[in-house]
Nanobody
Framework: QVQLVESGGGLVQAGGSLRLSCAASGGTFRWYAVGWFRQAPGKEREFVAAISGSGGSRYNVDSANDRFTISRDNAKNTVYLQMNSLKPEDTAAYYC????????????????WGQGTQVTVSS
């Protein structure tokens, strides 16, 4: 059983940056791929980025390719999402999830989820 806790969200102006963290406990973290999803009010939860268990492979959605970077530090059991040049449309609750498939791009491909961290980008 893996527990995930997100942190690092907050209120930022458009054009600003945030780094989200996803801290894991309770399992062999390096076995799991990790993905970041986001969910805006009234919308479906959508995939943002994923990283393989070793950290050697990464996958971003096109809209985040040049602005968001996913990384991980297995020694710290933590995955990060560096978000730059934030836009108001990036406003959402951001969730991390762990699973065995890489790159998992849909919710059902992940077994464990965090509670989310809110990101609000003001214009």
């Amino acid at each position: 059983q893996v527990q995930l806790v997100e942190s690092g969200g907050g209120l930022v102006q458009a054009g600003g940056s945030l780094r989200l963290s996803c801290a894991a406990s309770g399992g062999t973290f390096r076995w799991y791929a990790v993905g970041w999803f986001r969910q805006a009010p009234g919308k479906e939860r959508e995939f943002v980025a994923a990283i393989s268990g070793s950290g050697g492979s990464r996958y971003n959605v096109d809209s985040a390719n040049d602005r968001f970077t996913i990384s991980r530090d297995n020694a710290k059991n933590t995955v990060y999402l560096q978000m730059n040049s934030l836009k108001p449309e990036d406003t959402a609750a951001y969730y991390c999830a762990a699973g065995m498939k890489f790159p998992g791009r849909i919710r059902t491909e992940y077994d464990y989820w965090g509670q989310g961290t809110q990101v609000t980008v003001s214009s």
